[in-house]
């Protein structure tokens, strides 16, 4: 069974091709996020669960990268503490690199999704 669940990490609609039940764990196919099922009627709906900050964003990058096929650099652990600092001082995972705090840049910001990586070579 096919269903479309809305990650309201990167705001897009991915297709979960297995079944899905309340309270199930998924992984957004498009950012990588760490999604747990809240309602399946009317409509599924998934929220982010209750983790360690610091799981989450280790849980969701290494999800990224596998989905995209990417390797991390030596830099990974310094990307890893700014956006943990990002975190704690404004609430969600922001890119280290970018000024703004917007949902763009949550991590995986919203241009590493649309292949930056691809075409530079790296996320930032
Ligand atoms: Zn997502």
Redesign the pocket.
């Known amino acids: 069974m096919k269903s479309k669940i809305f990650?309201p990490?990167?705001q897009?609609s991915?297709v979960h091709k297995e079944e899905i039940a309340k309270n199930k764990i998924v992984t957004?196919l498009?950012?990588g996020?760490i999604l747990e099922i809240t309602e399946t009627t009317p409509e599924i709906s998934a929220s982010r669960p209750v983790m360690e900050p610091e799981n989450e964003i280790r849980e969701r990058v290494d999800n990224f990268a596998k989905l995209r096929g990417y390797t991390f650099s030596a830099e990974k652990e310094e990307l890893i503490q700014g956006l943990l600092e990002k975190h704690e001082r404004f609430g969600d995972f922001y890119c280290p690199c970018r000024f703004d705090n917007i949902p763009e840049n949550v991590c995986p910001c919203l241009e590493t999704r649309k292949n930056h990586v691809k075409k530079e070579g790296k996320c930032l």
Do not use: L, P, S, T
């Open positions: 990650c990490v990167c897009v991915f957004c498009v950012c996020a």
